[in-house]
Structure formats: structure tokens, C-alpha cells
């Protein structure tokens, strides 16, 4: 008898729902076949719904709630009625930072079949791996407001970025790269013009580095590292930066890479003293929601990660096979992947595809 894996599912707004739904008929079809993966959800309502209804974007107790799954899978957090920076910093910030899930990994690569939008680049020559540091810097939360509403109002973001902070995210980076065949890390920041933190991360990072001389680590300013992803995509593999740095590369590299929609996520708690939550990479995409043609294999993506995280590496190779083998065919794509099939057909060709794919 194999022990069942928690797995609290929390679909939150928008086409988070749609796509949470998705995918959770995918693992579970994918546990069906797979005699040693046994899946058991449970689902949280928490979100702008549950916001307007409660005045909280989820329970009090939600977090130690949480503390008892095996893992998170995560729609999004963002409703027109409700402030955006209410409804992130009531949920997915709230996960992801009292949970300590302080690494934020984002693989970027060309599925077979999915042509990016750079002319030429072929799937070798675009496979990166993004790790975003999580739990402090430019959105650590730290600021104010004062004088509000008067002339002289100010506002104040502060990025905190600590040493330990950032010697685990470098070391976490420097591991990941090590990992890769290439075992090459790029380090991204803006210590010219940031010169306090950011140099703090240089220097941490030349220290670091000593630990990892099988790995060719090297360092880029945040804005010269756009015009290298796209016009050298092949010259970069693993790529660390801040939270905000990070951020926008990777809605850059998910855009390079053919859609928002199937960009997957994992914010991790590395030492497995909390659960991991997972997630797409996409937001609640109002101008979509409710039309049933929301891209899902960003989640299902997310979920060989939530696999992979959780000791599964066959079946999530399994459903890492079946998605690629429903993109190389090319019959059943949505909308933002020039195709014109629904969520649910999507997800039935995944299923479909998942019989034919060995774990
Ligand atoms: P978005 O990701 O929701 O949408 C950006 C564009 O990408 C839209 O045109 C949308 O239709 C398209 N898109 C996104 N996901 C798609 C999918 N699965 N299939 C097909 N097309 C897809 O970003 P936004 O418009 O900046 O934000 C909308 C809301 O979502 C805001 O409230 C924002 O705060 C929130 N948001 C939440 C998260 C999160 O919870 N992790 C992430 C990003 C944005
Ligand atoms: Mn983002």
C-alpha cells in the first residue's frame, strides 16, 4: 500500500479555476495509470470570491492549514473587483512567504511543435532554467505611505536583501546549475546603479562561487540580459536574480518560448520544512476568463515539477511525455498558441496521450 500524497489544490481567480480543474483531471488520470502514484486533493476556495464574502483572501488558519500537504497546486490570485496588491499579498505572497518557499524555479524551454516567436532558435539552443529569489528583496513589503492624499504624500518600497538571503538562493542556483549539462549560471543584477544590495550580491557571489568550480558562473546587468535572451539565447542556461529582476525575465522568457500559458512554476521551501506550491506562471487573464480557452499546459507543466518535487520522476516524465507529444502533433492547441481548441480538449488530448507515453 502506497501512502496517498496530500495535495491541497487552490484554484483562487479568474482562469485559475479553469486551469486548476484541468489539471487536476490530468493527475488524476495520470494516477489511474500509474499503480504507485496515489493522489489525494483537497480543494481551498480561497480568493477574491472568498475576499469579497469574508474581507480575507483566506482563512485565518490557512497557512497552518497548509503546513500538512504534501504540496500546493496554485491557479492565481488577481480579480478586477479587489486591489491587486490585496489580493497577491492576501494569498499567493502570504503561501509563498510563510512557508519560507524562498526558491522561485521557472524552466523556459521550445516544446516540439511550439515555434517562439525568435526567428531561427531551435529547442536546444533555448533551454533555461530561471531561478527567482522569493521571500525578500523588492517585494519584501517594506515601505509606507505618508501624507496621504495630501501634495506632499510619499511612498516607500524598500528592498531588503540579506546575506543569508542571498548566499541560499546563489547556493541553491549554483546546485541547480550543476545539475544541468552545461552547468553554467548566469547571475543577474544592477549593482551599477544599485549600489549598496546588488554589489552585496556580487560580492556574495564571488564567494559562493569558490564552492563550485565545476560550474562557469558568470554576471549581467538586469538590462543587458534582456537583449542577451533574445539575441543570444543559447549562451545562457541556469539564471539567478532578484525578485523583481526575475520577475520580468521570465514573463520575457515565457514570452520567447511561445506563450504565457505554458510556462510552469515551483516556489520551493528547498530543506522540505514546509510544502512546495506550484503554479503557471500566468495570471487570472481577465480578457480570457470564463471562455473555457485558457492555455492549461502551463499548469500541467507545474505539475511534473510538483512530481518531480515530490520523488514521482516517472510519472512526472510520463506527463512531461504526453504534453510534448500533444504539442509536437499540433492538432489541439488554444488560442494563444495559433490553435483552436478549447481547455478541455487539451486536457482529454493529454489524457489521451498519457496512455501512450511510458513512466
Ligand atoms: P495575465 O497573465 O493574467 O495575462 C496576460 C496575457 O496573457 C493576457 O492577454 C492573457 O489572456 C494571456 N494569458 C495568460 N495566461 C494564459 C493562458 N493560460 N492561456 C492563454 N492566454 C493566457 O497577466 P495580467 O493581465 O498582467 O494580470 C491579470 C491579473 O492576474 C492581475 O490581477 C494580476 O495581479 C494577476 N496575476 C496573478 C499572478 C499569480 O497569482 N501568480 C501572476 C500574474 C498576474
Ligand atoms: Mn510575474
Known sequence: MTQPLRIAAIPGDGIGGEVI???????QALAELEPGLELRFEHFPWGSDYYLAHGRMM???GLARLRAFD???FGSAGDPRVPDHVSLWGLRLAICQGLDQYANVRPTRLLPGIEGPLRGVTAAELDWVIVRENSEGEYAGAGGRVHQGFGHEVGIDVSIMTREGVA???RFAFELARSRPKRQLTVVTKSNAQRHAMVMWDAIHDEVKADYPDVASDRMLVDAMTTRMVLKPASLDVIVASNLHADIL???AAALSGSLGIAPTANLN???RFPSMFE???GSAFDIMGKGIANPIGTFWSAVMMLEHLGQAGPAGRLMRAIETVTERGEVLTPDLGGEATTAAVTQAVIGALAGANS
Open 21 to 27: 480543474a484541468a489539471g487536476v483531471d490530468v493527475l
Open 59 to 61: 482563512d485565518a488558519d
Open 71 to 73: 504540496a500546493i497546486l
Open 168 to 170: 541560499r538562493i546563489l
Open 250 to 252: 521570465s514573463d520575457l
Open 270 to 272: 528547498p530543506e522540505r
Open 280 to 282: 503557471p506562471i500566468h
